[in-house]
């Protein structure tokens, strides 16, 4: 077993140091607050929280490349719509996302390139029209059979550029 590469990580421990000397949060449990749930893609320019003005302990937040719903994304909604007090779900990929602007044959085709590795056996779930597989996602959602009945499920779109959600039909 290796050690903990303390030299990689130095920053992120520093200001953990800080962010413990003013730590607000230990009264809140693992419910969300605000009964909230939102999936979106790991895409370092948003900050989902701040994006609908809420804080620690409000929601729970579910993150891959693309905000694409998957099995894992499915099981998690129904742990946190049963036992986490989610009643509301948010998808919410977002303008520019990568995820958006290839095919998933040219990202397997980028890294085998440059690194010499072959990710085919792994589905990117890409997307070729974004507001077409967010409605998709969102049916996805709503219709899966053991999500807790009654939970309001929603599709929008994260412009990085603005900062502003729109809301989609779906
Ligand atoms: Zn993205």
Redesign the pocket.
């Known amino acids: 077993m290796s050690k903990f590469p303390f030299d990689e990580f130095a920053d992120a421990l520093a200001a953990n140091d800080e962010y413990i000397k003013t730590f607000k949060y230990s009264g809140l449990t693992g419910t969300a607050q605000k009964g909230l749930a939102i999936v ?4 370092s320019r ?1 900050n989902p929280l701040s994006v609908i003005g809420m804080n620690s302990g409000d929601a729970k937040i579910l993150r891959n ?3 694409r719903v998957t099995d894992d994304v499915l099981r998690t909604l129904v742990l946190a719509t049963y036992l986490l007090g989610v009643k509301r779900i948010l998808i919410m ?2 303008t ?5 602007q290839v095919d998933e044959a040219e990202i397997h085709r980028e890294i085998d390139t440059k690194y010499g590795i072959d990710t085919s056996e792994l589905e990117f779930k890409t997307v070729a029209d974004q507001k077409a597989s967010l409605i998709e996602d969102v049916n996805a959602v709503r219709n899966y059979r053991l999500l807790n009945k009654g939970v309001s499920v929603g599709g929008a779109i994260y412009d990085v550029a603005t900062g502003k959600i729109t809301p989609i039909d779906c």
């Open positions: 979106t893609c790991m895409d948003i490349a693309g905000a990929p977002h520019n996302c990568r995820m958006a």
